[in-house]
């Protein structure tokens, strides 16, 4: 259970408890079995239980509750509390001995010094976040309300009862007790006001509540003592033992667990309540008449602090507007020196940077972007940026923006630029573009591009563009394609020499070979095997990077693409002891079927070598979230949390002793992922060490538009050279199996770990 939920239990078992004794305290005091003497016992009895409970209440309350202002707040109304008990005490002696009580009495003094602490017990309760009022402020307020609600009082009930009184110490008594109580009730409701939750507070409204209690009690003695009424009007004591009851039920009250802020309406009567109450007790002096002796003087005392108030909330103002301004002033001066931090640090990197706005304008270039594109930052800026740049429009562009550009370039009714998916609130990474200069040349730029948060309203607004020069990297790309093909091509066919050599030593063609002999010429194969792979791997890789592996998208059906591959590996599985299985395979999908089987044998090629003997490696091909997802599962060891991602980057190896007892080259999983992305797919690894590995990536459904391949055709598989062909053949001597490059890629290059 909730100490908040065990916090109101306990409160309504209290109040449950309190209101009995009050219903039986009233009726012995008031039931027509209950004489004078048996009423007044009943009378101090009930005073003095309720005072006890008020006290323990209080005290349980400051145990309970942690160092600060609220602890402290209490422990001052447990001061008053015990005060009020004392006084209540002295006059139980006073009726027990049958012994007239004087006025004042050293009852009143204990009734009047527990007043100050109240107060101070009120001003320091904590209340609702957001408020900037001070205690001194709330102090003026309540005493000007109450001197208000005094002068009311006084004009309309209690001014026979100070006349009666004389002046002198009881004069000044009796009129301390209204002053005090009125007070107190004053603060406790603009505590109220200012509590700050989303209804009243409970401990707040009981101690305003129990405040009231005193007041209306006090007000009904005065008055029924001017009258001698009192003797047989014991009803007045009802309020004076309801009063502790209701404070120890305040004490009592679970408070919220996070304050709150005051509602504007809230706030707007907190802050009139004064001004009411000054109109009313003048409006009422008006009207009743009489603004001679006690209450002249009360006038003049309303009118006094009304104007202290107001000079006290004018200088108050003041000084918060010129707080404020200096606030503002100082950051004012952090944000300029912030923004010519931010504007140094644009301009003094070597890449291009734009910044554009939500309708895709250009509101932002430094220095570098600006002389690559062979302009200026102050002919840039406000120009659109996907014309100015791409020469298209864009769906973010502004209507208007046509008319403001000297070459607006070809208008299409699709977003072509790449900037749109930025605009869009969608990440651009490392994509490659061609922005036009000046002069009417077009550089060859990488962008990276992210979208500003969207607003409240939900739209984009705007984005940030950084962009390099790929000039030099093209280039070298190209070199480096160049040195690849040639270096390719003038091992593979020295390597086909020596692969055909060793196969006619190992048949036998040329003499038998003793065993020793035997062992070495397989040895050379296996290499030479290992060797052929390698070269296809990177000829493949480099033909993705550089957009030159065509691929031929078609509608195929899943099922006899997975069984292909299941057929061809079941040797390789059965001679590991591995069973091989399908389950649900029933996606339709666009894809290269040869491609295809390439990922999947790579990854059902991978799943065997890492599963151990008796394992089981699952293959399933579903249809989920408007895509066919493949997944090929095993019961291996697992791949660790932190190498889920590194193991489709190239060369990327779990443990180096891997290359060695699987054969790999690390370059399998990345050319599945490259394959897979070219195909519109992704490609992904859910593993637990200890609990197998699920790879699994996703291709378009049959239903679905083919994606562009970049810088491929989507022709037929002739168009693909004979290196191609030889590539995706699984028998030539000097290429062999393509698939065979997964062979290790779940190993990494630094030791890790699991595989």
């Not at 010094?113 to 957001?130: C, K």
């Not at 004064?274 to 002249?296: F, K």
């Not at 029933?586 to 003997?613: I, S, Y």
Request: hydrophobic share 50%; with cysteine; glycine share 12%.
């Amino acid at each position: 259970m909730r100490a908040d939920d065990e916090g109101w239990r306990l409160f309504r078992g209290a109040a449950a408890a309190a209101g009995t004794v009050l219903v039986v305290a009233t009726a012995l005091m008031l039931g027509p079995w209950s004489g004078p003497d048996r009423a007044w016992i009943a009378a101090d009895a009930a005073t003095m239980a309720a005072d006890l409970f008020a006290v323990a209440a209080v005290a349980l309350r400051v145990r309970r509750s942690r160092p600060g202002p609220a602890r402290r707040a209490w422990g001052l109304v447990l001061v008053a509390l015990v005060g009020y008990a004392v006084a209540d005490g002295v006059w139980t002696v006073y009726d027990i001995a049958s012994a007239p009580v004087p006025y004042p009495s050293v009852a009143d003094l204990f009734y009047l010094l527990a007043a100050p602490p109240a107060l101070a017990g009120l001003l320091l309760f904590p209340v609702g976040r957001g408020v900037a009022v001070s205690r001194a402020r709330v102090l003026l307020d309540s005493a000007v309300v109450c001197c208000a609600v005094v002068l009311v009082a006084f004009m309309v009930l209690l001014r026979d009862v100070f006349s009666s009184l004389g002046s002198g110490l009881g004069a000044a008594v009796n009129a301390g007790y209204p002053v005090l109580d009125v007070l107190l009730v004053c603060v406790a409701s603009l505590l109220l006001l200012r509590g700050g939750a989303a209804r009243p507070r409970a401990d707040l409204a009981l101690l305003g509540l129990g405040f009231i209690c005193y007041a209306v009690a006090d007000s009904a003695f005065a008055l029924v003592t001017l009258d001698g009424s009192y003797e047989s009007m014991l009803l007045t004591d009802v309020p004076y033992v309801a009063a502790p009851l209701v404070l120890g039920l305040a004490a009592l009250a679970p408070p919220p667990e996070q304050p709150g802020t005051p509602s504007a309406r809230a706030r707007l009567l907190s802050a009139a309540a004064p001004d009411l109450a000054v109109l009313a007790a003048l409006a009422t002096t008006l009207a009743v008449g009489g603004s001679e002796g006690a209450s002249g003087r009360l006038v003049l005392l309303v009118v006094v602090l009304a104007v202290v108030r107001q000079v006290w909330l004018g200088w108050e103002n003041h000084r918060l507007r010129v707080g404020l301004e200096q606030r503002v002033a100082e950051r004012t001066e952090e944000n300029l020196a912030l923004t010519a931090r931010h504007v140094h640090l644009l301009e003094s990197v070597g890449e291009g940077i734009l910044g554009l706005d939500a309708q895709g304008r250009i509101d932002f270039v430094n220095d570098a972007g600006a002389r690559m594109l062979g302009s200026t930052a102050d002919a840039l800026v406000g120009a659109p940026a996907c014309r100015r740049l791409h020469g298209v429009h864009t769906a973010a562009e502004h209507p208007g923006a046509a008319a403001e550009t000297a070459d607006p370039g070809p208008v299409v009714e699709e977003p072509l630029c790449g900037l749109d998916a930025a605009l869009g609130g969608r990440a651009v990474r490392d994509a490659e573009h061609g922005f036009r200069r000046s002069d009417g040349s077009v550089l060859p730029v990488e962008i990276t591009a992210d979208g500003a948060r969207p607003g409240p309203d939900g739209r984009a607004r705007g984005a940030v563009v950084v962009f390099r020069d790929a000039t030099e990297r093209r280039a070298a790309d190209r070199l480096k394609s160049e040195f690849i093909s040639v270096v390719s091509h003038e091992l593979r066919t020295p390597l086909t020499s020596i692969h055909g050599a060793l196969h006619l030593l190992h048949d036998g063609d040329v003499g038998e070979l003793s065993p020793a002999a035997e062992r070495v010429v397989d040895v050379a194969l296996r290499g030479t095997d290992r060797l052929a792979r390698l070269i296809n791997d990177i000829l493949v890789v480099d033909r993705l990077e550089s957009g030159r592996l065509p691929l031929d998208l078609a509608d195929h059906d899943a099922a006899p693409l997975v069984a292909g591959v299941l057929a061809a590996l079941e040797p390789v599985a059965d001679a590991a002891g591995i069973a091989l299985g399908a389950g649900p395979v029933e996606a339709r999908v666009r894809v290269d079927a040869d491609r295809f089987t390439q990922v999947l044998t790579n990854l059902v090629g991978n799943a065997v070598k890492f599963t151990p003997r008796g394992g089981l490696v699952r293959v399933e091909a579903v249809v989920r979230d408007g895509a066919a997802e493949v997944s090929v599962t095993d019961t291996g060891p697992g791949i660790p949390r932190e190498a889920q991602e590194t193991v489709f980057e190239r060369f990327r190896q779990l443990d180096e002793s891997d290359v060695r007892q699987r054969d790999g080259s690390g370059l399998g999983l990345a050319i599945s992922r490259s394959l897979v992305e070219h195909q519109g797919g992704r490609i992904w690894v859910d593993s637990e060490p200890g609990h197998g590995a699920s790879f699994r990536f996703t291709v378009p459904l049959a239903a679905s538009a083919p994606a562009p391949v970049p810088g491929g055709s989507q022709g037929g598989a002739a168009g693909g050279s004979a290196q191609d062909s030889g590539e995706r053949s699984a028998g030539h001597p000097a290429g062999g199996p393509v698939a065979g490059g997964a062979g290790a890629d779940r190993t990494a290059a630094s030791p890790v770990p699991g595989r």
